[in-house]
């Protein structure tokens, strides 16, 4: 069983060290494990105190986002057979020592992947987390419960572990993030996932480079949630989209209708009228849209498990 610890850093030559040497000493007593650190454009010394201090460096030439960045380590992991691969940040927030409680329930079988979780334990509140910060990871939590069923209270924590078989089937578009599109991409693919308590500490003098700017994080987390939602139900997103535009349509026609039988004419409100129909008729379109779109989300699926044994056969091989 060989362990693997994923640091994607930016700009981070003030934090890195620290981060690698407490990693490495939760780690002491394993006798396999590797830490990966991808620098993903970084300005600063981040790559020269990483290279000291003799871990494995992966360098994105410019930024390119936290989602290319894992998506990237993801890759360095499966090629040096890492069993369970935990990502952490670099910044310093996350306890390594805590490491372990990502693992054990991956190791019993319990769970594919293990988030960490600054919400679940109703009795702890991380220090110092901004009110925004904490009331938007908590709406983005309640969104990915409903879109995949579950109840999940931390989305987008950074501090995680994946098994080996959730590595070779995840397949990530976002470029800004991964840490949404992980969990919607796994439950829909039938991996288990479990939530574990972890503490975090957020420092005074620090800005967030993802959520620096919390309509731009809004913004990019939302954009990239939606596109996968469509893209594993495309039937219930455009058939409830179809529907909604069909129903707007078909009260504008009830209203013109009713005023009609009580005055005998349509007018002034024909324009009604004739935006009910052009409505009854976009919504109808959008439904044959989803009908179309499930069609080809089969195919998508089986594309999908074509990608898997091919990066198992890949990744696995002894060749």
């Known amino acids: ?3 693997g610890v994923l640091i994607p850093a930016f700009n981070e030559e003030k934090k890195i060290g620290g981060v690698i040497e407490n990693v490495k000493n939760s780690l002491s007593t394993l006798e396999y494990f590797e830490i990966i650190v991808v620098n993903d454009g970084s300005s600063d010394g981040t790559s020269r105190i990483v290279e000291q201090l003799g871990v494995s460096l992966v360098v994105h030439k410019k930024n390119r986002g936290l989602g290319v960045a894992f998506q990237t380590g993801l890759g360095k992991a499966l ?7 935990v990502t952490i940040d670099a910044d310093g927030q996350f306890d390594p020592s805590e490491i372990n409680k990502l693992t054990a329930p991956i ?37 990915i419960s409903r879109a995949t069923g579950e109840k999940f209270h931390d989305v ?77 139900k495309p039937l219930q997103f455009f058939g409830w989209s179809g529907f909604l535009i069909f129903l ?11 005023h009609f039988l009580s005055f005998g004419t349509f007018s002034p409100y024909k324009i009604f009228g004739f935006l009910g129909a052009f409505l009854n008729s976009v919504g109808i379109m959008v439904f ?5 779109a499930d069609l080809i989300d089969r195919l998508r699926m089986t594309q999908e498990k074509i990608l898997y044994y091919e990066k ?8």
């Open 107 to 143: 190791l019993n079988g319990q769970a594919d992947m293990v988030t960490g979780s600054r919400f679940k334990d109703s009795g702890y509140t991380p220090e110092n987390m901004p009110f925004l910060k904490k009331w938007g990871n908590k709406r983005v939590a309640s969104i």
């Open 312 to 319: 198992k056969r890949f990744y696995d091989s002894d060749i």
């Open 288 to 292: 044959f849209i989803g009908i179309l």
């Open 156 to 232: 987008s924590c950074g501090f995680r572990a994946y098994s080996r078989e959730a590595m070779l089937a995840m397949n990530l578009f976002g470029k800004f993030t991964y840490t949404q599109e992980t969990f919607l991409d796994l439950v829909f693919k039938g991996f288990k996932i479990v939530e574990v308590p972890v503490t975090v500490k957020y420092f005074d003098d620090r800005k967030s480079k993802m959520a620096g700017s919390l309509l731009r994080y809004a913004f990019k987390s939302g954009d990239i949630m939606f596109r996968t939602i469509k893209d594993y």
């Open 248 to 258: 707007v349509g078909l009260s504008l026609d009830i209203f013109v209708f009713i």
């Open 79 to 85: 090629k040096s057979r890492i069993d369970i691969l």
């Open 1 to 3: 069983m060989k362990l």
